[in-house]
Each structure stands twice: as C-alpha cells, then as structure tokens.
C-alpha cells in the first residue's frame, strides 16, 4: 500500500499549488480520502475530506473558500488544490486514505508547503 503527494514547494503569499497524492495497493474509490497538515509545534489537523464517491466535500473553516478537493477514481488519485496562501498554510501536508467499512486507514509521507515572501 502506497500513498505518494506531490506538489509542495515554496510560493509567496496569495499564491498558488496543486497537491496531488497517488493511490496504490488498496481499492481506492472505497476509501474517503482526506488532507491533513502540520505545521511545527502544533497537532495535526484535518484540511479537507472527500467521500469514496467524490460526491460530498468537507473543508476546516480555515480553508474554507480558498481549498478545494477533488479526486479522480479512475487514476487512483485525489488532489488539493490551494488558492490565496497564506504564511499560515505553511505545513507537512499529509494525504490519508479510511474505509468506514474495515476501518483500515493509510497515510502518506507528506509534502512541504511554505508560503512566505
């Protein structure tokens, strides 16, 4: 079992990325799949959630407005697409993948993002 982000990097404020997380070894479109990030010092929070179908999205209030995810079933991949950065979004951004199901869950090794100038 794998799950591979992608994506992180440096950007200035208001800027932009794309992160993506590549599924394999487990069946992808029975898991909801979800963003969590952590910045230095602080617990680990949830960012954003999708459900196995795609059909229902979930954001933190921090994000809410600015982040959206989305996933496609066929490529074994869900992405986070994050506008309008903010110094505060600097993170380990994680991709995490559960079965409501077996209850079994993965994560990923997570990817850097920094917003600074």
């Known amino acids: 079992v794998q799950l591979v982000e992608s994506g992180g990097g440096l950007v200035q404020p208001g800027g932009s990325l794309r992160l993506s997380c590549a599924a394999s070894?487990?069946?992808?479109?029975?898991?909801?799949m979800n963003w969590y990030r952590q910045a230095p010092g602080k617990e680990r929070e949830l960012v954003a959630a999708i459900t196995a179908s795609g059909g229902t999205t979930n954001y933190a209030g921090s994000v809410k407005g600015r982040f959206t995810i989305s996933r496609d079933n066929a490529k074994n991949t869900v992405y986070l697409q994050m506008n309008s950065l903010k110094p505060e979004d600097t993170a380990v951004y994680f991709c995490?993948?559960?079965?409501?199901?077996?209850?079994?869950?993965?994560w990923g090794q997570g990817t850097q993002v920094t917003v600074s100038s």
């Open positions: 070894g487990f069946t992808f479109s029975n898991y909801v």
């Open positions: 995490h993948g559960w079965n409501s199901w077996s209850q079994y869950e993965y």
